[in-house]
T-cell receptor, first 111, second 114 residues
């Protein structure tokens, strides 16, 4: 079992829709969870982080965390074509020394 | 502007050659990291350092070496022992001492074999 799992996609949504990206992790002791966006050919940029169970909102982005189910998700409301990218889920391992990344979900937002 | 600078942006390696990728940060971060990304793949950790003059192997350290002589600098050498070096190499840095420590990335170096 991979430490951090994401559906590779592509996830296709029309402009203006809600995109839902999901991530599961295996280390039950993990405490910190991060979402990065990576455009093709570019480096990852941090867009959201969450530490507590529940929802955390930042503009059009909402991160959701359920530690009991070992599940973290990212919702993008009012999706725009500029949101088309690969979204990487990253989990801080127990001991706080390194991030473990999923392989990413490719999102395509069509006009 | 504070940030992480990686150089060069593109690098070509000949057979049997060692090459060094530069990573410099002026964010005053204690921790620095090197990742490798292959097409369509996630990031895999090569080496990381949480303090000057100390570093640890990540998941794929074979064929690579690093040094951390200064807080600001964490160069990565891809040795001739790394038989498949073609990849996108990313350097990152973060603060330490807390689990709430997002990593921030440089723009990356693309390495190819001639």
């Amino acid at each position: 079992q991979k430490e951090v799992e994401q559906n590779s996609g592509p996830l296709s949504v029309p402009e203006g829709a809600i995109a839902s990206l999901n991530c599961t992790y295996s280390d039950r002791g993990s405490q910190s969870f991060f979402w990065y966006r990576q455009y093709s050919g570019k480096s990852p940029e941090l867009i959201m982080f969450i530490y507590s169970n529940g929802d955390k909102e930042d503009g059009r982005f909402t991160a959701q965390l359920n530690k009991a189910s070992q599940y973290v998700s990212l919702l993008i409301r009012d999706s725009q074509p500029s949101d088309s990218a690969t979204y990487l889920c990253a989990v801080m391992n127990t001991g706080f020394q390194k991030l473990v990344f999923g392989t990413g979900t490719r999102l395509l937002v069509s006009p | 502007d504070g940030g992480i600078t990686q150089s060069p942006k593109y690098l070509f390696r000949k057979e049997g050659q060692n090459v060094t990728l530069s990573c410099e940060q002026n964010l005053n971060h204690d921790a620095m990291y090197w990742y490798r990304q292959d097409p369509g793949q996630g990031l895999r950790l090569i080496y990381y350092s949480q303090i000057v003059n100390d570093f640890q192997k990540g998941d794929i350290a074979e064929g690579y070496s690093v040094s951390r002589e200064k807080k600001e600098s964490f160069p990565l050498t891809v040795t001739s022992a790394q038989k498949n070096p073609t990849a996108f190499y990313l350097c990152a840095s973060s603060i330490t001492g807390t689990e709430y420590q997002p990593q921030h990335f440089g723009d990356g170096t693309r390495l190819s074999i001639l």
